[in-house]
């Protein structure tokens, strides 16, 4: 299975700072057909995860703006460029290209 | 809107069974391949299970092959994991979640089952 590897696991910021959490994963999430399959998930506090973004960097409907992708090959970064209180919660990154599909630890954003 | 509502959680003993449901609306379900994901208590994610939309191609973590059924009722766009064999190890919450082209968007509010004497 591609071991998802999430740091830090957890990333205090004082509101209105940018926030960025790193993801490897243990192989190349770049499938055959061409395409990096790398998700972003978001968890609330007592919600559902929610997408945020896909194919490494593109934003999902609804996302604000200040939530971006990169990365390529083994290595991905999610970048909060100025949290607010509604970003508390744990963030996951996935990976699509292979089965079973695997998560991150999982990152909890919390505010200073 | 899609939306996706699992039910049929609940204290099982060990060795137990249970069978979840998951109703889908707002998008086409009998096109849509779709996951289980299980997240245990204070705990990550971990996918379960997956099926393709016609429900003839299933795949399954090991800790549960052999033990869970994936599959689905397309008429009544209804997912289902029927589990069998249940132990302490799947406690959790189970999420239905809609695949998106090697990807999950939408999520359930999720089901709790609890394997317990």
């Known amino acids: 299975d591609v071991v998802m590897t999430q740091s830090p696991l957890s990333l205090p910021v004082t509101l209105g700072q940018p926030a960025s959490i790193s993801c490897r994963s243990s192989q190349s999430l770049v499938h055959s057909d061409g395409n990096t399959y790398l998700t972003w998930l978001q968890q609330r506090p007592g919600h559902s995860p929610r997408r945020l973004i896909y194919k490494v960097s593109n934003r999902d409907s609804g996302v604000p703006d200040r939530f971006s992708g990169s990365g390529s090959g083994t290595d991905f970064t999610l970048k909060i460029s100025r949290v607010e209180a509604e970003d508390v919660g744990v963030y996951f990154c996935m990976q699509g290209t292979q089965w079973p599909n695997t998560f991150g630890q999982g990152t909890r954003l919390e505010i200073k | 809107e899609v939306q996706l509502v699992e039910s049929g959680g609940g204290l099982v003993q060990p060795g137990g069974s249970l069978r979840l449901s998951c109703a889908a609306s707002?998008?086409?379900?009998?096109?849509?391949?779709m996951h289980w994901v299980r997240q245990a208590p204070g705990e990550g994610l971990v996918c379960v299970s997956r099926i393709e939309s016609d429900g003839r191609s299933t795949t399954y973590a090991d800790s549960v092959k052999g033990r869970f059924t994936i599959s689905r009722d397309n008429a009544k766009n209804t997912l289902f994991l029927h589990m069998n064999s249940l132990t302490a190890e799947d406690t959790a919450v189970y999420y239905c979640?809609?695949?998106?082209?090697?990807?999950?968007?939408?999520w359930g509010q999720g089901t709790l089952v609890t394997v317990s004497s």
């Open positions: 707002g998008f086409s379900f009998s096109t849509t391949w």
């Open positions: 979640a809609r695949d998106n082209h090697y990807s999950v968007d939408y």
